[in-house]
């Protein structure tokens, strides 16, 4: 397999078509872009293999420092504005990552951001003039990358219980240390260092490479919304399953490296799941064999990366790697035509620990997505007043059948549509089309917030209630 890169999906073509003219290499444009999407998407979406999270962990070491870093201006300008995502440079004691936790979830809770954030910049202070990862900052970065870390608490938050407390924000990283400051990571031990791939950036000296389609952005602008919409759980198909436990079989053979840092490569499997995840949410699918396949060809790199920048013996790390692709290449089963994630049910695992904004919190972020808009029939109830525009919040599962107050149970409509939407005048499709119940027209679909995510159990239940009022007044009709 070499060394190649497989730009796979709407990521693959951002590199292709962005890195030339940018003056960047495609390959550190497109890990670069992957880290981004994988934290964007995070909260979204979810996987069925271990460890479930999308989100990618990457260090991406420069040989000479630049006086600027292009890539992450470069991400902020070609992603931002299809998948927003809070950006944190230089966090570099537990505190400040707390500060940055903080400061996402206020983002949230004012409708203004996602539960995610990037880590960026370098996360190394200088002590006597050595590189330094605080010892303080290591137990939140562990704890972040399986998402058990606790968000911050102030005020009242303090006193709740932990079924209380708001889900911590999603956390990847992209950092672009020099490689002076990336050697603090070998005063670390494996639990800190391996939860990252570790990457040396690439001198441009490759001409431009065509991408096979220049529509990545409006395929990403869909998948986002697809993701946030519809909260998906992504299954790992048979064949996908299969590749992942060659490559599970062969992560015990980095015991056989004699290196002290031979640990570096220990959560190789995990960091392909992630991968692999990110570019099949980028393309809506479930994640395939060739996705895993993308996602070992970036791992694979970043293990012949570590092994030059640690300085071992890379002779028993080529062969430990030419072994694997072998075997993948034998395992290897076409698949054909991916099929498209329409919709999905999330993960019925998920959001268990933590509680999602309800109540007021709820209705407030809802209103400040569509700023007072129905999303039924788009009126705008204008006020000349510091009001400036009125609408409500409906129920979709009443509260007199104990709808709970959280955002997934939750219309933003104008007074008209929600008297007719409560009584039963209006229901929802499983597709989220609006029908009159009356006249038996299907209307337009519901206007959705790419951030507006809505559980289909409370549309049925809304849709069953009042199918047993309809059909007995049907019957009398007829008869």
């Excluded at 537990?94 to 995610?116: I, L, P, Y």
């Excluded at 999603?170 to 050697?183: C, F, G, N, Q, R």
């Excluded at 391996?194 to 065509?210: G, K, N, W």
């Excluded at 027209?441 to 159990?457: S, T, V, Y």
Aim: glycine share 6%; net charge negative.
């Amino acid at each position: 397999m070499g060394d190649d890169i497989t730009y796979r999906g709407p990521l693959g073509s951002l590199a292709l078509a962005e890195a030339g003219a940018a003056g960047v290499d495609p390959a550190d444009l497109y890990l670069a872009a992957v880290s981004w999407w994988s934290a964007a998407v995070a909260p979204a979406v979810s996987l069925s293999a271990w460890p479930g999270l999308t989100t990618v962990w990457t260090a991406l070491v420069h040989r000479n420092t630049p006086e600027a870093d292009p890539l992450l201006p470069l991400l902020q300008r070609l992603l931002d504005g299809i998948s927003p995502l809070a950006v944190h440079a230089d966090v570099t004691t537990e505190r400040q990552f707390d500060a940055a936790t903080h400061a996402t979830q206020r983002a949230v809770n004012a409708g203004k951001g996602t539960s995610s954030m990037l880590l960026t910049g370098s996360p190394f202070t200088t002590n006597r003039g050595r590189p330094n990862l605080s010892w303080t900052l290591q137990g939140p970065l562990r704890l972040a990358w399986e998402r058990e870390h606790m968000p911050p608490t102030r005020g009242k938050a303090r006193f709740r219980g932990p079924s209380e407390r708001l889900a911590p924000p999603d956390v990847a990283s992209l950092w672009t240390p020099s490689i002076a400051e990336w050697e603090g990571f070998q005063a670390t031990d494996a639990a800190t260092y391996s939860r990252v791939l570790h990457f040396s950036t690439r001198p441009v000296d490759i001409p431009p490479i065509s991408p096979e389609s220049d529509t990545w952005q409006d395929e990403l602008a869909l998948a986002y919304a697809w993701a946030f919409n519809t909260r998906p759980f992504l299954r790992f198909s048979k064949q996908a399953l299969r590749l992942r436990k060659v490559i599970r079989r062969v992560d015990g053979r980095w015991d056989e490296l004699a290196d002290p840092h031979a640990d570096f490569f220990v959560r190789i499997d995990d960091h392909v799941v992630r991968i692999a995840g990110t570019l099949a949410a980028s393309e809506r699918t479930t994640v395939a064999s060739a996705h895993v396949e993308a996602a070992w060809n970036l791992a694979r790199r970043a293990v012949r990366d570590t092994s030059h920048l640690i300085g071992m013996d890379t002779d028993m790390v080529n062969e430990i790697v030419d072994d694997l692709d072998r075997k993948l290449l034998d395992g290897a089963e076409p698949e054909g035509e991916l099929e498209r994630v329409k919709s999905n049910m999330p993960n019925p695992y998920s959001y268990t620990r933590w509680k999602e904004p309800s109540g007021d919190n709820a209705v407030r972020k809802l209103k400040l997505w569509y700023r007072g808009r129905c999303q039924m029939c788009g009126t705008v109830l204008a006020l000349p007043s510091p009001r400036d525009r009125y609408s409500e919040a409906a129920h979709i599962q009443a509260r007199e059948d104990n709808g709970p107050d959280v955002i997934e149970n939750l219309l933003c409509l104008c007074p008209n549509c929600h008297v007719l939407f409560d009584a039963g005048g209006r229901v929802l499709t499983d597709d989220l089309a609006v029908i009159d119940t009356v006249s038996g027209d299907a209307g337009r679909r519901l206007h959705l917030h790419r951030w507006h995510f809505i559980d289909l159990q409370y549309v049925r239940h809304h849709r069953e209630r009042w199918r047993s009022w309809q059909e007995p007044a049907t019957e009398s009709i007829s008869s």
